[in-house]
């Protein structure tokens, strides 16, 4: 129950306004606030150093990952991360994240894509973005 300052304590708790006045000794602490993100140019060109995210699952047969994944190398785009995730209610099928090196405007990496689509039993681009920096 709120107590007002003027009305005795309610199990000797001290109302919230004069619980907020810091003593003499303390500090008040406050979350660190983050500077505002640059804002984003959507008509700046893709840069050299873009990565394109991906989303694919393939049949539970031998190899069929390495296949769907030779086009990168074939074409000579670095693959940069590779993730799975068991797809629900389904034993043995994963579903796998892919970030490789590359932009949609360059032949090899649509050259590379269409060719791992034919290896894929479901396939989607999540996008493409500019690398972080590596200092």
């Excluded at 074939?74 to 590779?82: P, R, Y």
């Excluded at 090899?108 to 060719?115: D, E, F, G, L």
């Amino acid at each position: 129950l709120p107590t007002t300052s003027s009305s005795p304590p309610f199990h000797a708790l001290t109302p919230a306004a004069a619980a907020s006045t810091p003593a003499p000794s303390t500090h008040l602490r406050q979350p660190p606030t983050a500077p505002s993100p640059a804002p984003v140019d959507l008509a700046a060109p893709p840069t050299t150093s873009d990565k394109i995210s991906l989303i694919f699952s393939v049949k539970n047969e031998p190899g069929m990952l390495y296949r769907s994944l030779k086009p990168l190398a074939g074409h000579g785009l670095d693959l940069l991360k590779i993730e799975s995730r068991p797809m629900r209610g389904r034993v043995w099928d994963y579903v796998f994240f892919v970030d490789f090196a590359g932009e949609f405007s360059n032949p090899k990496v649509r050259r590379a894509m269409n060719a791992m689509k034919r290896n894929c039993t479901w396939f989607k681009v999540l996008g493409s973005y500019p690398a972080a920096a590596v200092k």
